[in-house]
């Protein structure tokens, strides 16, 4: 899966999407996976899959990406270029993979060049919040960020909130990011619009997503993987086939980056 970019500035903010490249634009809002539902139900079913996956949801990313989502999320947050004293959004990031990643990124900042009094004020002010509709998803993120150590410092703010219907202020953030959560959403264009809403003047919104592989050879092995191995291993290691069908069928459907910004 080659991992593409498309960059396009809306207004003064700076939007970076990164994506397998895919295909196939569809009526988001009323499919689930391949079934067709009801934009009411949809919500509901979605938040199913991810309290049912959410213990085990670091090995299902394994699965999904065989084991290439860590890379991806480095490079995300090096897009991100994560600074001291920043106020960040990361949405559909409950168990805190990349908020992670952003505070080790902000750490590493603060070693190489900033000293003293103005260093301990940019360290109180960064705040890197994590926005999860699903509170089974935060939960498994507030365990993880104990057990390694991370927002001892209250750097680290936990939000059961909506990305449809963010509750943060209008030109409150300096980042937003979204990894693999964008495609389970409802409405995509809800989302956008909120996250151009609460990003400050200059900001950055980043979105990692799989989709489509488009080289043939590569696509047919793909395919065979998400379809035979990935429900497969999800019923083995999850006892749970349907969520994880539902993951790989979920991927199919999600537009291009091409797409998603027309």
């Known amino acids: 899966?080659?991992?593409?970019?498309?960059?396009?500035?809306?207004?003064?903010?700076?939007?970076?999407?990164?994506?397998?490249?895919?295909?196939?634009?569809?009526?988001?809002?009323?499919?689930?996976?391949?079934?067709?539902?009801?934009?009411?139900?949809?919500?509901?079913?979605?938040?199913?899959?991810?309290?049912?996956?959410?213990?085990?949801?670091?090995?299902?990313?394994?699965?999904?990406?065989?084991?290439?989502?860590?890379?991806?999320k480095d490079r995300l947050v090096s897009k991100l270029n994560p600074f001291p004293g920043m106020k960040h959004l990361d949405v559909a990031g409950g168990t805190g993979d990349v908020a992670f990643r952003i505070l080790e990124s902000i750490h590493k900042v603060k070693l190489r060049g900033l000293r003293g009094a103005f260093q301990d004020t940019l360290e109180a002010e960064t705040q890197i919040y994590v926005c999860d509709i699903n509170p089974k998803m935060l939960n498994v993120g507030k365990r993880r960020a104990?057990?390694?150590?991370?927002?001892?410092?209250?750097?680290?703010?936990?939000?059961?909130g909506n990305a449809e219907s963010l509750s943060f202020q209008n030109d409150s953030m300096d980042g937003y990011t979204i990894a693999f959560g964008i495609r389970n959403v409802?409405?995509?264009?809800?989302?956008?619009?909120?996250?151009?809403?609460?990003?400050?003047?200059?900001?950055?919104?980043?979105?990692?997503?799989?989709?489509?592989?488009?080289?043939?050879?590569?696509?047919?092995?793909?395919?065979?993987y998400s379809f035979s191995v990935i429900p497969y291993m999800g019923e083995l290691v999850a006892s749970d086939r349907e969520s994880y069908q539902y993951l790989v069928e979920s991927i199919r459907r999600f537009p291009s980056q091409e797409n998603l910004h027309r």
């Open 1 to 72: 899966m080659a991992l593409g970019m498309v960059t396009r500035r809306l207004g003064n903010k700076l939007f970076t999407v990164l994506s397998p490249t895919p295909r196939l634009l569809h009526s988001h809002a009323t499919s689930f996976g391949f079934k067709q539902v009801n934009e009411d139900e949809k919500a509901r079913m979605v938040g199913d899959v991810f309290t049912s996956v959410a213990s085990s949801y670091d090995l299902m990313n394994d699965l999904m990406s065989v084991g290439l989502h860590r890379l991806w």
């Open 146 to 160: 104990s057990e390694k150590g991370f927002g001892e410092d209250g750097s680290l703010v936990w939000v059961e």
């Open 186 to 224: 409802t409405h995509i264009e809800k989302v956008l619009s909120e996250a151009h809403r609460v990003l400050k003047p200059g900001g950055r919104f980043l979105c990692l997503e799989l989709s489509h592989v488009g080289i043939p050879v590569f696509k047919d092995l793909y395919d065979y």
